[in-house]
T-cell receptor
């Protein structure tokens, strides 16, 4: 298994600003994943972050809106840029070990 | 892509009751997991169960891969079991890319 720490756990932000979410894992992993969960909805994969290469984004998500960094094998950041109220969601980072996925505690973002 | 349907969408129980949650998926899968999302938003792994049966305390799960469904059993429910239960699957294409597709979840409320 893995211990995954996300910061911040929650934030309230003004529209038009940006927020960077940090994800720290206690083990080295090749891939880290970022998910979004809109209010009352299921989880949707935003992108896959590989160390040393550009993140791979899923359909409907673009790098300009959700830039991702992956500077080493235990850390990643997701930035939510130029926020609007529609970006209010829980953002979760995830890693997999032997096909089993583990999640951080999530970042609950409210945009006002 | 693969479709994941969970039922029922909502379930209200009295403490001590038993329940069965169902997950149907539209194609064969290589990976299936059950998660519990607590009221604070954190996703907790319950089972990694692409096939067969597993038990962990009051919880057990069965996946019948040939018939494309999985069941999660909760016995002697407690108020702390409240939350959303998600089923997530992955279908490999030339190996695992660790990308999970989530169902919409079952919202369980256990009343004292």
């Amino acid at each position: 298994s893995a211990v995954i720490s996300q910061k911040p756990s929650r934030d309230i932000c003004q529209r038009g600003t940006s927020l960077t979410i940090q994800c720290q894992v206690d083990s080295q992993v090749t891939m880290m994943f970022w998910y979004r969960q809109q209010p009352g909805q299921s989880l949707t994969l935003i992108a896959t972050a590989n160390q040393g290469s550009e993140a791979t984004y899923e359909s409907g998500f673009v790098i300009d809106k959700f830039p991702i960094s992956r500077p080493n094998l235990t850390f990643s950041t997701l930035t939510v840029s130029n926020m609007s109220p529609e970006d209010s969601s829980i953002y979760l980072c995830s890693v997999s070990f032997t096909f089993e996925a583990f999640f951080g505690q999530g970042t609950r973002l409210t945009v006002v | 892509g693969i479709q994941v349907e969970q039922s029922p969408p909502d379930l209200i129980l009295q403490e001590g009751a038993n329940s069965t949650l169902r997950c149907n998926f539209s194609d064969s899968v290589n990976n299936l997991q059950w998660f519990h999302q607590n009221p604070w938003g954190q996703l907790i792994n319950l089972f990694y169960i692409p096939s067969g049966t597993k038990q962990n305390g009051r919880l057990s799960a069965t996946t019948v891969a040939t018939e494309r469904y999985s069941l999660l059993y909760i016995s002697s429910s407690q108020t702390t079991d409240s939350g959303v239960y998600f089923c997530a699957v992955e279908r490999w294409s030339g190996g695992s890319n660790y990308k999970l597709t989530f169902g919409k979840g079952t919202l369980l409320t256990v009343n004292p």
